[in-house]
């Protein structure tokens, strides 16, 4: 069987560490642990005096109800995983068995069908239009056959930033229906909203097979703690607790405490409200660094979430270009071909405002020569 590699994660892997002005990721700017800590009001001291042992395997109780109350769900509809990429594996070797293939909406962040394909299964693709990023029902229906197993949908979008319609979600949930499809739910940017404070909804409770996926990562700044949830049917849930215990046997108990923490509500309202004024002010940096050069690059403002793809006019591929920039400048963006998009590159902004400010201009600087031939 082919082995495919997860082009992003490698890229990110061989490249971040190191590099002085990263806009490669996708979520806000990471708290500092002290940070979140006074938040919370944890005094260091009750971390610290916990016994290093094995944590609860599905996740502490409180953690499970703090976040089934997210979803108006039940404790038991609920798995805690390492991060949100292992709740993505533990979905594809669920639900799908022989002969069955997954749907995708390309562009997209690819974990969850890079793993259904080394599995074995047919991956679909379905092309959002170009430029505004919209889903064409007719390509979904068509994309959408009797062998279809689960619908794959990252909302908001990775790398575009886009949220979906009430009509979109309507042609998806339809095509779920019509084929007895899975809708499994990538979310992990709900709560990186750029206007207004509504939550981009959940999938879940719209349908009656939905795996709704988030993480600590993203809206909450807290991708160290390496954790994620899976929220789907209590039978569901059992039978990706039996494949949580081959693939990580539990999540960490320490990042399970400071989750537990950091979703109490007040406190999870503070994140996101951080997470929030990072999204919104860093594009606003980005847009106006942008329009100094008029027709060289065009970006769509994003819905949500800390990143925008970003197109650019110049006489140079994406990887060619992300080379250059980390060569060159020490920056460091990913390149739109890792998404199957050539003259684009994802770019995230959520930072604090004098290093974006500075990396911009290094960007601006490269681009310069680019266009000058040099």
Known sequence: MTFHPFAVERFLSEMEHGVRFNFSESG????????????????????????????????????RERIAAMYGAAPDEVLVTVGATEANTLAAQTLLGPGDAVVRLVPTYAQLPGVA????????????????????????????????????????????????????????RAAAARTGAWIVADEVYAGTERTGN????????????????????KAYGLPGLRLGWVVAPADTIRAMWRRHEYASIAAPDLSMRLAEAALEPTVREALRGRARRLIRRGFDVLRDVLATRPGRF?????????????????????EALAARLKARRDVLVIPGALFGVEKRFRFSSALPEDHLREGLARLIAETDEIAAGR
């Open 28 to 63: 806000v700017h990471p708290m500092r642990y002290a940070d979140l800590l006074d938040l919370a009001g944890i005094d260091p001291a009750d971390l610290l005096d916990a016994r290093a042992d094995y944590p609860q395997v599905e996740g502490t109780t409180l953690l």
């Open 117 to 172: 394909a080394n599995l074995g299964h047919a991956v679909r693709d379905v092309p959002l239009t170009p430029g505004d990023w919209r889903l064409d029902a007719a390509a979904l229906d068509a994309a959408c056959g009797p062998d279809t197993k689960l619908i794959h949908v990252v909302d908001p979008n990775n790398p575009t930033g886009r949220i979906l319609s009430e009509g979109e979600r309507d042609a998806i």
């Open 198 to 217: 509504a939550d981009t909804p959940s999938f879940w409770g719209t349908h009656d097979r939905v795996v709704a996926i988030n993480s600590m990562s």
């Open 298 to 318: 065009s970006v769509a403002e994003p819905d949500a979430s800390a990143m925008s793809f970003v197109g650019y006019d110049l006489p140079i591929g994406s």
